[in-house]
T-cell receptor
């Protein structure tokens, strides 16, 4: 089945630790995106990548980093510099059209 | 600055009746609009979209209306079903900008029996 997978579904992190969230897609989409969702808020764009080895900051990139070494993969690292990392993180991908397809999400909790 | 607004955080509708979810935007450069449905702890799923060259798009029970002069769009669900209970997000994009979607804050729809 074609789709987007995110792992793990739940992640717990101690303060001061970096953590990496996985996102893989087999849809052959060029573009990939990372969003975070907080309670009562919409989805806010963290980073996006239109092509392998290229990525741009979104609206809330501070404290996050990404890489795009393969078309299928777009991991997100939440660093210790992110002041409020507890949130629901969503990865998406798209073709040249505007519709984005989302993964199931990872809920990150900082203890 | 919230460029896409969904001013109703929640909506309750009886099964079989019409659900109308509203969305307003401020950026006149947006030319493509989408609605997503989201269940708790899951990723959003695409529902329906509309280009700014149209004022209506229909897909089964779902119809999206666009009023460009008012910078307003709405999603109509007829008839509403209990399985429609979810959070609905509208999103807008200016085509040619790497498909960067701007999302509203969502409206929680509850369809009651």
């Amino acid at each position: 089945d074609g789709g987007i997978t995110q792992s793990p579904k739940y992640l717990f992190r101690k303060e001061g630790q970096n953590v990496t969230l996985s996102c893989e897609q087999n849809l052959n989409h060029d573009a990939m995106y990372w969003y975070r969702q907080d309670p009562g808020q919409g989805l806010r764009l963290i980073y996006y990548s239109q092509i392998v080895n290229d990525f741009q900051k979104g609206d809330i990139a501070e404290g996050y980093s990404v890489s795009r070494e393969k078309k299928e993969s777009f991991p997100l690292t939440v660093t210790s510099a992110q002041k409020n990392p507890t949130a629901f993180y969503l990865c998406a991908s798209s073709t040249r059209r505007n519709e984005q397809f989302f993964g199931p999400g990872t809920r990150l909790t900082v203890l | 600055d919230q460029q896409v607004k969904q001013n109703s955080p929640s909506l309750s509708v009886q099964e079989g009746r019409i659900s109308i979810l509203n969305c307003d935007y401020t950026n006149s450069m947006f030319d493509y609009f989408l609605w997503y449905k989201k269940y708790p702890a899951e990723g959003p799923t695409f529902l329906i979209s509309i280009s700014s060259i149209k004022d209506k798009n229909e897909d089964g029970r779902f119809t999206v209306f666009l009023n460009k002069s008012a910078k307003h769009l709405s999603l109509h669900i007829v008839p509403s079903q209990p399985g429609d209970s979810a959070v609905y997000f509208c999103a807008a994009v200016q085509t040619g900008t790497a498909s960067k979607l701007t999302f509203g804050t969502g409206t929680r729809l509850q369809v009651t029996l």
